[in-house]
């Protein structure tokens, strides 16, 4: 099998030298080329050809945002991973590449105790993106550990579930890789009258989270917000969970309101969406409605389970349209989605669900009290 060829991208030498030390012990990756700058970059690509470019931000003479434009139009079918600082200034320029056509980005460490440490943080993000941009076997992902597995499922057939049991109430979406631009794409669909309140879990970092749901408002018709603790969850309201944080929904004074906390990762995530899907199954139960678009690992898995054996409904992006079919594909394998569909139908297929279900349980006009 060929390797899969890198080009890493940095102004800073040592970052540079960084990263290619991060691949030495990769036996299927190779550091094909280096460069100091964009311009250098792009002259570089034809002579490489490198499948995957790690790209970062800020350089002289051509910065990152440049170089992505120029590759974004020459070499298309190269994959760019953009390598970001954990800084307002980092996370807009990133939130930009991504809008930019970037595939994912990963961030430089920060506040890490040694050299080993801040490798290691690096690798288990930046390895598993490389292979899986660069044609490894990543998606769908490895299946949890025997311990924790999900027991595997035959997928409804037609003419079995037809819809939940009862009204949705909620909409709880789950995403990673890919999903900032799946949210972009989907979200101004929703109409400004949308019944139920609508929870997210997208994998990001402090900081990134509160300038994506920032951006996501001025795009949208509904209220898009981060997610903090005692926040009334209610109809026409977007919460993104805070990077860093796990964030639930649970019984208040006032109704159903968020918290936040930071328990320990699960799925190597915080804030993780099996933590978000199990709080929101155990308030609203059959009247959830989980969707699950484009991600690595298998992070709601096991809440798609909770939603499913509760008598809610699960809708799942299609392989074709994902940029990794991790988190979405271990959910159809496991039997639990009730649709798999691209992401320019999940919109209409989850307007037409919380509407159904909540037509069907109205009081029909001439019936007796």
């Known amino acids: 099998m060929s390797k899969i060829r890198v080009l890493i991208v940095d102004d800073t030498v040592v970052v540079r030298q960084f990263v290619s030390k991060i691949f030495e012990s990769e036996p299927d990756i190779e550091v094909v080329g280096t460069a100091a700058n964009g311009r250098i ?17 800020e350089m002289p003479e051509m910065d990152g945002l440049e170089a992505l434009k120029v590759m974004q139009r020459d070499y298309p079918s190269v994959r760019v991973i953009m ?10 320029a990133t939130l930009d590449a991504l809008a930019l056509g970037a595939s994912t980005y990963v961030t430089k460490p920060t506040n890490s105790s040694s050299l080993t440490d801040a490798m290691d943080a690096v690798r288990g993000e930046l390895v598993p993106k490389v292979r899986a941009f660069g044609g490894g076997t990543t998606t769908p992902a490895s299946p949890p550990s ?26 709880a979406i789950g995403t990673s890789t ?21 929870v997210i879990v997208q994998h990001m970092p ?32 977007v919460w993104i969970a805070p ?18 906390n930071q328990d320990t990762p699960e799925n190597s995530c915080r804030p993780a969406v099996d933590v978000l899907f199990r709080s929101v199954v155990n308030i609203y139960g059959s009247g959830t409605l989980g969707v699950v678009l484009t991600g690595m690992g298998h992070d709601g898995l096991r809440g798609c389970e909770q939603i499913h054996d509760a008598g809610g409904w699960v809708l799942a992006q299609d392989e074709e349209t994902s940029v990794v079919w991790g988190m979405p ?18 919109i209409p297929e989850m307007d037409a669900v919380v509407w159904r279900s909540r037509e069907a349980s109205s009081p029909k006009k001439g019936a007796l009290a």
Do not use: C
């Not at 037609?158 to 009204?167: I, N, S």
């Not at 990077?243 to 936040?260: D, E």
């Open 41 to 57: 970059a792009i002259a570089k690509i034809p002579q490489v050809n490198p499948d995957v470019v790690i790209l970062d931000v």
């Open 83 to 92: 390598f970001s600082t954990i800084t307002e200034r980092g996370a807009t």
């Open 146 to 171: 025997p311990a924790s597995a999900v027991t595997p499922r035959i997928r409804p057939p037609e003419g079995g579930r037809t819809g939940p049991r009862g009204p949705i109430e909620v909409v």
């Open 178 to 198: 890919g999903g900032p631009n799946a949210l972009h794409k989907i979200l101004p669909l929703i109409r400004s009258d949308f019944p139920v309140p609508i």
């Open 206 to 237: 402090p900081l990134f989270t509160k300038l994506f749901a920032d951006r996501l408002a001025t795009e949208t018709q509904l209220d898009v917000r981060e997610g903090a603790p005692g926040e009334i969850v209610r109809p026409g309201t």
């Open 243 to 260: 990077g860093g944080y796990h964030m639930v929904v649970q019984h208040s004074r006032y109704g159903v309101s968020l918290n936040t």
């Open 329 to 346: 594909g271990s959910v159809v394998q496991a039997g639990l989605a009730d649709r798999v569909l691209p992401l320019s139908q999940m």
